[in-house]
């Protein structure tokens, strides 16, 4: 499907993003094998999230639609009729082989031709040592055939920063024997954390050294899922660098391990206030008002780079329009995603006239840019398409985003709620 979008002079206007993706998916899971029965409100609407409650319901919970509400009576799993099918969602099969290696019986989980290639090595090592049987194409490419064993808790080390690891080994420490302990290199998103105290489980979080204590008995809760911190910086973005702009957004999750990206954006001069702060479900949630502002660039590395991981498309439209430029390192994480994003992001800013080097770990864009009339690809990935419909506002004539229906995966509500406030 291809989108015209056509030039703003503002962004204006109070809207809402749909439910985090990667607590929706936390709770879908987390609820499916928690005893009794669970309502999730605001569960995110993108596709990603929808084949998680899919699997699920193939794994026997039953899971049904009411007055907004998600709502899911757990317990036990059985085996499924047919393969699992996590779609397009890295989080959905990295997180769920976690449960399907502790149960009584064998499944396969796979998805599609882009989740086909990306690489499951990094789960499958750690489950190995719990004591997992899991065998994959190539040694490590989807589908995965999981054999359900008995498992034993581990003291496990991430070789690199990745909260869908650790949530994998955590989530499979629910069924071991003994506890497990994971220990990361640097703080990634702790969702799974909270999620789980949240449900019932004895954890113990003491700076990155998280201990999941053996037994627990997870029941189910009502649960909120805030606004997708990572959706809302499309709009935080094209606010910024649209004149005259002055927008809310409402409703959005605020957790400290996520909103490092308000703090490297303010960082930079961006007018961003965090209005009416609560808390629910052990979540930090508030209103973000953004005005346009004069920005002046950054630098992206290190430990910042794995809390900005998925912020970094959008942030690269932001860094042509800033005043120095953006720099971006330590993100070969990003060649395999959806797709090898410094790869689309440098060949549609270029489509867009504009300059990029691209290294094997990431890549620098020069400010003081401007964004030209183009047609740019989405490559069928969600967040490339949100981030070039953000650049094409600022551009000086339509551009054509084709593969615009990717933004579905996380967010099918992208361009019909850029177009009620794009002015």
Do not use: W
Request: some cysteine.
């Amino acid at each position: 499907m291809r989108e015209t979008i056509s030039p703003a002079k503002s962004i204006s206007g109070v809207i809402t993003v749909p439910g985090d993706k990667s607590i929706s998916h936390r709770y879908g899971m987390l609820t499916a094998i928690a005893e009794g029965e669970s309502k999730i409100a605001n569960y995110s609407t993108g596709a990603d999230c929808q084949s998680t409650l899919g699997c699920m319901g193939a794994l026997g919970a039953r899971i049904e639609r009411r007055d907004g509400l998600v709502i899911v009576q757990g317990g036990k799993l059985t085996e499924p009729a047919g393969e699992l099918d996590a779609g397009n969602s890295g989080s959905t099969i990295r997180m769920l082989s976690g449960i399907l290696a502790a149960q009584k019986f064998t499944s396969r989980i796979g998805g599609d031709e882009s989740l086909s290639k990306r690489p499951m090595k990094r789960i499958m090592q750690p489950l190995a040592e719990m004591g997992a049987e899991i065998e994959a194409t190539g040694g490590q490419f989807p589908p995965l055939t999981i054999h359900g064993r008995y498992l034993h808790g581990i003291d496990y080390t991430l070789p690199m920063a990745s909260a869908q690891v650790k949530s994998c080994v955590l989530i499979a420490g629910l069924f071991a024997d003994g506890d497990t302990i994971v220990r990361e290199p640097v703080r990634t998103r702790d969702h799974t954390e909270i999620a789980l105290q949240e449900f019932g489980a004895d954890i113990e979080v003491e700076k990155r050294v998280i201990t999941l204590r053996a037994g627990a008995k997870l029941t189910g809760r009502a649960l909120v899922v805030p606004g997708d911190l990572s959706s809302a910086t499309f709009f935080l973005v094209a606010a910024l660098m649209i004149k005259e702009s002055n927008l809310v957004i409402h409703g959005v999750g605020l957790n400290p391990t996520r909103s490092a990206v308000l703090d490297f954006l303010v960082g930079m001069g961006a007018s961003i206030k965090v209005l009416d702060l609560q808390q629910s479900g052990g979540e930090v949630i508030g209103d973000l008002r953004v005005r346009a502002s004069r920005v002046t660039g950054g630098v992206i590395e290190g430990a910042l780079t794995a809390g900005l991981i998925d912020e970094i498309p959008a942030l690269a439209v932001l860094g042509a329009a800033s005043e120095h430029g953006l720099t971006v390192r330590d993100a070969a994480e990003l060649r395999v995603k959806e797709t090898d994003r410094i790869a689309t992001i440098e060949m549609n800013l270029r489509r867009m006239g504009v300059e990029i080097e691209s290294t094997p770990d990431g890549f620098h864009v020069a400010g003081g840019q401007r964004f030209h009339a183009a047609e740019v690809d989405s490559c069928g990935d969600h967040r490339i398409a949100m981030a070039f419909a953000v650049a094409a506002l600022a551009a000086d004539g339509p551009c054509a985003i084709d593969g615009a229906e990717s933004a579905g995966v996380s967010f099918p509500e992208f361009f019909s709620t850029l177009r009620l406030i794009a002015r």
